[in-house]
């Protein structure tokens, strides 16, 4: 936003164009919207001199102008080239956006080697990075490229796979030659030949199928975008995932959240729920607001039969409820359209409210159920595997016992053991430490077993 515009609304500008709204602004210059389509720089003299001293535009390339006592330096940019602050740092539609970025930046490095393009503003139709910053910290070229492709987050360059999760429509490929167009080194590049290290693989231990639908449903759609995209296919389409407490749940999206690497954002009682009638309905906007500002992002609703049970059978909540399920019904499809991934979470899916259960909401409704003795013992195996353990150690008596219960309590029996035998001196895990840690736990259904309080109590 610009506090204190240059000029006014309709001012003439050199080759026929006028001025709308004054759209970004640094301490010596302003960017303007025209009419017709196009965008217009407007610079102090001392700053459009500097970047003809350093080569960077010709001088003939900038128009003078006067306003009252102040003389300006003006460069127009119709609507085919994009003229933009480094950053704003606007939404990459293409392969071809990118790339025109790269080779900005590398033609810009050509003729100025040691300005701090931090901030600087972006020609395309010259194919220029204009700094505008004489002081402040120095930016490596590296993290300015990385923050446009990606949008506005923070990433070098050169770190492919976290940029591949943080862009649309462009593949690793596409990625690493973009960044050598730009004439720095890459980091990270896929595997070429056999052998070769193979790229991060989401993993969900002891949840294979749930990770299968992961990797199928979300992961190569966000990973191969442009294949996907050219069927038809934009985004993954929002998730629900339902089952009893404890299940696995808030693990398996965590895990989603680690391995993409995207900003989050957490819906949930605790966070937006509120007394005041639309209050609620106000945070719930707020939070789909910031993941757009944040896109490619992630909102994760939690206990979302809180806020999204049947209308119909909302009873005493009354109006505000209609007006909460309303507002959901309303976003869900614009972050799916902006890049924003949703997936609620429930303990009990028979009460959420059937309209958003259709398609083009939760096009996924998926059951989490207590892991399977296959599962907990694909777990255990994982687990043990990092950890030195005795020849031979038999695990199906634990599998009998864990079947059925939270994947947390395999965790916790592992963990367990490991302690009591560092606490016993010894250096190998063992299955006396295992079942000891076993009997640790609560009865399956969380009853007849006298618990130990610590701390203060009656």
């Given at each position: 936003?610009v506090?204190?515009?240059w000029?006014?609304?309709?001012?003439?500008?050199?080759?026929?164009?006028?001025?709308?709204a004054?759209?970004?602004?640094?301490?010596?210059?302003?960017?303007?919207?025209?009419?017709?389509?196009?965008?217009?720089?407007?610079?102090?003299?001392?700053?459009?001199?500097?970047?003809?001293?350093?080569?960077?535009?010709?001088?003939?390339?900038l128009?003078?102008l006067?306003?009252?006592?102040?003389?300006?330096?003006?460069?127009?940019?119709d609507?085919?080239?994009?003229l933009a602050?480094?950053?704003?740092?606007p939404r990459?539609?293409?392969?071809?956006?990118?790339?025109?970025?790269?080779?900005?930046?590398?033609?810009?490095?050509?003729?100025?080697?040691?300005?701090?393009?931090?901030?600087?503003?972006?020609?395309?139709?010259?194919?220029?990075?204009?700094?505008?910053?004489?002081?402040?910290?120095?930016?490596?070229?590296?993290?300015?490229?990385?923050?446009?492709?990606?949008?506005?987050?923070?990433?070098s360059?050169q770190?492919?796979?976290?940029?591949?999760?943080?862009?649309?429509?462009?593949?690793?490929s596409?990625?690493?030659?973009?960044?050598?167009?730009?004439?720095?080194?890459?980091?990270?590049?896929?595997?070429?030949v056999?052998?070769?290290?193979?790229?991060?693989?989401?993993?969900?231990?002891?949840?294979?199928?749930?990770?299968?639908?992961?990797?199928?449903?979300?992961?190569?759609?966000?990973e191969?975008?442009?294949?996907?995209?050219?069927?038809?296919?934009e985004?993954?389409a929002?998730?629900?995932?339902?089952?009893?407490?404890?299940?696995?749940k808030?693990?398996?999206?965590?895990?989603?959240?680690?391995?993409?690497g995207?900003?989050?954002?957490?819906?949930?009682s605790?966070?937006?729920?509120?007394?005041?009638?639309?209050?609620?309905?106000?945070?719930?906007?707020?939070?789909?607001?910031?993941?757009?500002?944040?896109?490619?992002?992630?909102?994760?609703?939690?206990?979302?039969?809180?806020?999204?049970?049947?209308?119909?059978?909302?009873?005493?909540?009354?109006?505000?409820?209609?007006?909460?399920?309303?507002?959901?019904?309303?976003?869900?499809?614009?972050?799916i359209?902006?890049?924003?991934?949703?997936?609620?979470?429930?303990?009990?899916?028979?009460?959420?409210?059937?309209?958003?259960l259709r398609?083009?909401?939760?096009?996924?409704?998926?059951?989490?159920?207590?892991?399977?003795?296959?599962?907990?013992?694909?777990?255990?195996?994982?687990?043990?595997?990092?950890?030195?353990?005795?020849?031979?150690?038999?695990?199906?008596?634990?599998?009998?016992?864990?079947t059925?219960?939270?994947?947390?309590?395999?965790?916790?029996?592992?963990?367990?053991?490991?302690?009591l035998?560092?606490?016993?001196?010894?250096?190998?895990?063992?299955?006396?430490?295992?079942?000891?840690?076993l009997?640790?736990?609560?009865?399956?259904?969380?009853?007849?077993?006298?618990?130990?309080?610590?701390?203060?109590?009656?």
């Open positions: 936003m506090l204190d515009p000029l006014p609304v309709g001012f003439a500008l050199p080759g026929g164009v006028s001025t709308r004054a759209l970004a602004e640094g301490q010596d210059w302003q960017i303007y919207e025209t009419a017709p389509e196009g965008r217009v720089l407007v610079a102090r003299e001392d700053l459009a001199r500097s970047w003809v001293g350093r080569g960077l535009l010709e001088a003939d390339a128009a003078s006067s306003f009252g006592a102040e003389t300006y330096r003006v460069l127009a940019s609507s085919g080239h994009l602050p480094v950053d704003a740092s990459i539609r293409d392969g071809s956006e990118a790339l025109a970025f790269s080779i900005a930046l590398r033609e810009t490095r050509k003729r100025d080697a040691t300005s701090n393009l931090q901030g600087a503003v972006y020609v395309e139709r010259f194919s220029r990075l204009l700094p505008v910053l004489s002081t402040g910290p120095e930016v490596a070229d590296d993290l300015v490229l990385g923050t446009w492709l990606s949008g506005g987050v923070r990433v360059a770190s492919l796979r976290r940029l591949s999760s943080l862009t649309r429509g462009l593949s690793m596409e990625l690493q030659s973009i960044v050598e167009a730009a004439g720095l080194r890459v980091a990270e590049k896929e595997p070429e056999p052998g070769a290290s193979k790229p991060k693989r989401f993993e969900l231990p002891g949840r294979a199928t749930l990770e299968a639908f992961f990797s199928e449903h979300v992961i190569d759609i966000i191969n975008a442009s294949r996907y995209k050219a069927l038809g296919i985004f993954p929002a998730i629900a995932l339902h089952g009893p407490p404890g299940c696995g808030t693990f398996a999206v965590n895990k989603l959240i680690e391995y993409l995207w900003p989050s954002q957490s819906i949930d605790s966070s937006i729920g509120s007394p005041y009638i639309h209050e609620t309905g106000r945070k719930i906007a707020k939070v789909f607001d910031e993941a757009l500002r944040a896109s490619p992002a992630i909102i994760v609703i939690d206990e979302m039969d809180a806020f999204l049970s049947d209308r119909q059978l909302s009873g005493g909540q009354g109006l505000h409820h209609v007006e909460e399920v309303a507002e959901f019904l309303r976003r869900i499809p614009e972050a359209a902006n890049n924003i991934l949703v997936i609620g979470m429930t303990n009990r899916i028979e009460t959420i409210d059937p309209a958003l398609r083009g909401r939760f096009d996924h409704v998926i059951a989490v159920d207590m892991p399977t003795e296959e599962e907990v013992r694909s777990l255990l195996a994982r687990l043990l595997s990092q950890l030195p353990c005795e020849k031979e150690l038999d695990v199906e008596p634990l599998v009998g016992a864990l059925g219960r939270p994947l947390s309590d395999v965790a916790f029996v592992v963990r367990e053991g490991a302690r035998t560092a606490r016993a001196g010894k250096s190998t895990l063992d299955g006396a430490s295992l079942t000891a840690a009997k640790s736990l609560p009865p399956r259904e969380g009853v007849g077993k006298e618990t130990r309080k610590i701390g203060f109590g009656k």
